[in-house]
C-alpha cells in the first residue's frame, strides 16, 4: 500500500531592504506560504511563534543584525484599561461596529487611500492600486474578517471610519491591517479598534489579541506598550513585555541567531496525513 508523505513547508528569506521602523538598518524576513488543507492549522501554530501573515505567505523579522521586532499580544483576561484608553471608549460611544466577510469595497478603498495620503504618502504602501488593495484583503487561505467602524450622522446615514483586516486564530483575534478617517483624529480610532476587539476576544472566550509588532525605539510602534497585559516573543517564547527600555539591547547584532538555527527551532503541527 502506498502512503502520501507529509510535504513540510520551505521556508525562504526576503532580500534586504531599508527598515521601515528604524532608520539607518536593513530588513530580512523569513517566510513560507500558506496553501492546501493545512493552511489554517501552520498559521495557527506559526503565529504562536512571532510569524505574521501578509496574504497567502506567513513571515517573520530574520534581519542579518538586528532582532527588534518583538511579535505583540494582550492577554485579553488580565487587561484593563488605562485612563486615557477609557477616555477613548467614552468619546467612541457612539461607534457601531460590523463584522463582515473579507470583501473589499469602494467605500473602503477610498478610506484607505484618505488614510495613506495623511499618514503614509511615502511608505511602502502608498502606490497600492485598488486591485493590490483587493487582494490584500480577500487572499485568504484562513479564516478572516473585515471588522468596520462607523459614525451615525444625520438623516440616519453612517460615515465608515474605520476598517480592520482581522484573523481569528485557534487561541485569538490577530488585527492584520487597520486604517481610518483621518477627519476623525479626536477618536483616537486606532486605539479604539485594538480596544474593541480586546472585547470581542473575551465575548468569543478567545485568550488574545495579537498586534503585530512592537519595536523598541520606534515611535510609529511605540503606542502598543501602553496596552496593560502586553506580552512580547522574545528568546523562543511569550513572556512579559515588562519594562520597554530593557529590550534595547535587542538591537545588538550579537543578538541574532543564524537563519540555519532560526528554522530549526521552528516547531510544526502535527501533519494531517501521516503514513499509517
Partial sequence: MRHTLPIAPQFYVTAPQPCPYLEGRMERKLFTSLQGEGAERLNDSLSKQGFRR????????????????????????????????????????????????????????????????????????????????????????????????????SGGEVDLVAVTLTDVFDDGLSMVYSFYDPEFDRLSLGTYAILDHVALAREAGLPYVYLGYWVPGSRKMGYKSAFSALEVFKAGQWQPIGDPAEHISALHPLAVDPISEQVARIHLPVPLNLPE
Avoid at 98 to 117: H, V
Avoid at 129 to 152: C, G, H, L
Wanted: with cysteine; net charge positive.
Fill in 54 to 153: 501578509s496574504q497567502n505567505v506567513v513571515y517573520r523579522p530574520s534581519c542579518a543584525e538586528c532582532s527588534a521586532c518583538l511579535s505583540a499580544r494582550i492577554r485579553v483576561a488580565d487587561f484593563v484599561p488605562n485612563r486615557s484608553q477609557r477616555k477613548v471608549l467614552a468619546r467612541g460611544a457612539q461607534i457601531r461596529r460590523q463584522a463582515t466577510s473579507a470583501w473589499a469595497t469602494e467605500e473602503q478603498y477610498d478610506l484607505f487611500r484618505r488614510y495613506l495620503d495623511a499618514r503614509h504618502a511615502d511608505g511602502g504602501m502608498a502606490d497600492m492600486d485598488a486591485f493590490e488593495f483587493a487582494a490584500m484583503i480577500e487572499e485568504t487561505p484562513i479564516r478572516t474578517r473585515v471588522i468596520q467602524y462607523s459614525v451615525p450622522r
